[in-house]
């Protein structure tokens, strides 16, 4: 395996998208296949080069997902030349894929094909009538699954983003495809029959896609597919949330013996915990390469929060919900911001982002707080929609599409925030009967004074008729 990271994806730049949806997927995947296909394209020329340099008489193409030889050859035992001559140019396809490790095939075929022609020892057999394609030796899940860690960054530029990814993708492979079989359709379907729940499912069905798709197995993975059910959240209210800030100290002042290494830790995931109730931030987003000089800056005038360009969509400047709250929990605490440098001042790799997020967690819990981190970031989205926020506004404040904000927030607006909503709606109602009926009020007014001017201007003309 060639080193596709330095020589591939050194001068490409991953689109950044704010799209968590299937279509902002798709975009960072398109473009990482468009900017592959062109290096791919640019080494088939230099291959080339290198076999008419070597006076090879075979070039090679791509075509098709495949990547196929052409040479002029002798005449196929069945084939006719219109003109009668006994040689033609033939492309032969051996089934190679088009890949960089492909690539490195289809030129050693090449090389072997022009030194037959170079000895005019070529003759017509399966493998170059096609009968008899070119095929991988059969793999088991367990073999492919050494391999996969290369198969898998051959395709896409490695980051932190991708190693997250990657991460959770080889987790799902050794819970559920890693055995000792063969890889084919049947045993692909079993494997992914082994993940019970919706979750699991869809991860699994996702790895198999891949899977199929490199070994070129035909599987319809669409009746494999387990309804998934609607989680219920305990998002918290804005009175849930400033009590749950008093949480911290309470759960301080319960310990017998306090350490220090205790307070340290509750001042930190106190403040993380600030910075999540009035950014809508994601967890990750604080732990990874935060710009808290920035944040602390006398040159911040709107108190917005900075998220660095490695996080899952990029770069983006977040402005305060609720900008009462930095001044409530205490945000801009030098003390406590410097403890949270030393803490994120670490090499971020994605295993230890995860532990880091789900201490956080674990955290949250063990002090009481009846909802998680997440819950937060949720309760910023639904706020943002009862303070009447423009939709985009709020998606480019929390870093996802409107599309994901409509779709997938909405389901947590509860009982409680659509009582709100009507409330609103209809105190806002009421004013606007209010401001009517005064309008009204005006008009009439303005009329009467009018009338009122218009006599008086008449009685100013005549007093000065009389003098």
């Not at 330095?6 to 968590?20: A, H, L, Q, R, W």
């Not at 309760?379 to 779709?407: E, F, M, Y």
């Not at 309008?439 to 100013?460: M, S």
Request: hydrophobic share 35%; aromatic share 10%; glycine share 4%.
């Amino acid at each position: 395996m060639r080193d596709i990271q330095g020589e591939v994806f050194s001068d490409f730049e991953v689109p950044t998208t704010t799209d968590g949806s299937f279509a902002g997927r798709q975009k960072v995947a398109n473009a990482t296949q468009k900017h592959l296909q062109m290096k791919l394209e640019q080494e088939i020329v230099e291959v080339n080069q290198r076999l008419k340099t070597s006076k090879t008489k075979v070039s090679i193409h791509s075509r098709k997902g495949t990547i196929q030889l052409r040479a002029t050859l002798p005449l196929k035992p069945t084939d006719v030349h219109p003109k009668g001559k006994q040689r033609k140019q033939y492309t032969i396809s051996l089934g190679i894929p088009a890949s960089f490790d492909g690539l490195k095939t289809a030129e050693e075929e090449a090389q072997e094909l022009g030194k037959l022609i170079a000895r005019q020892t070529f003759a017509w057999n399966d493998k170059y009538l096609g009968i008899k394609a070119y095929k991988k030796q059969s793999i088991t899940f367990r073999e492919f699954y050494e391999q996969f860690e290369s198969f898998y960054f051959s395709t896409r530029k490695r980051n932190l983003k991708s190693e997250s990814t990657y991460q959770g993708v080889i987790r799902c492979y050794r819970r559920h495809f890693l055995q000792d079989i063969p890889i084919n359709s049947e045993n692909l379907v079993n494997c992914i029959l082994t993940s019970k729940t919706p979750h699991t499912r869809e991860h699994a069905i996702k790895l198999g896609y891949t899977i199929a798709k490199k070994f070129n197995l035909k599987t319809d993975f669409k009746v494999l597919k387990l309804k998934i059910e609607k989680n219920k959240r305990n998002i918290p209210l804005d009175k849930d949330i400033t009590m749950g800030y008093l949480c911290f100290d309470l759960h301080l002042q319960q310990i017998k013996a306090v350490k220090p290494k205790s307070i340290k830790s509750n001042k930190i995931y106190k403040l993380i915990y600030g910075l999540i109730a009035v950014y809508g931030l994601r967890p990750r987003e604080i732990m990874n390469q935060p710009d808290l000089n920035w944040l602390v800056s006398s040159e911040n005038e709107h108190s917005t929060f900075k998220v660095h360009e490695s996080n899952k969509t990029g770069y983006r400047e977040v402005f305060p919900f609720v900008s009462e709250w930095i001044e409530l929990f205490d945000i801009k605490n030098q003390e406590n911001i410097n403890l949270l440098k030393d803490y994120v001042d670490r090499e971020i790799t994605p295993s230890a982002l995860a532990g880091m997020v789900t201490n956080l967690s674990k955290f949250f819990s063990n002090i009481g707080l009846q909802f998680t981190p997440y819950d937060l970031r949720h309760a910023c989205a639904i706020r943002a929609h009862l303070q009447g926020v423009p939709i985009k506004a709020a998606s480019d404040n929390l870093g996802h599409s409107v599309d994901i904000h409509t779709k997938v927030y909405q389901r947590w607006f509860g009982l409680e925030n659509r009582r709100k909503a009507f409330q609103q709606t209809a105190e806002n109602n009421n004013e606007v009967d209010t401001l009517k009926d005064e309008v009204v009020f005006l008009k009439k007014r303005i009329t009467e004074l009018e009338t009122e001017l218009a006599k008086y201007k008449i009685k100013l003309e005549f007093e000065g008729q009389r003098y």
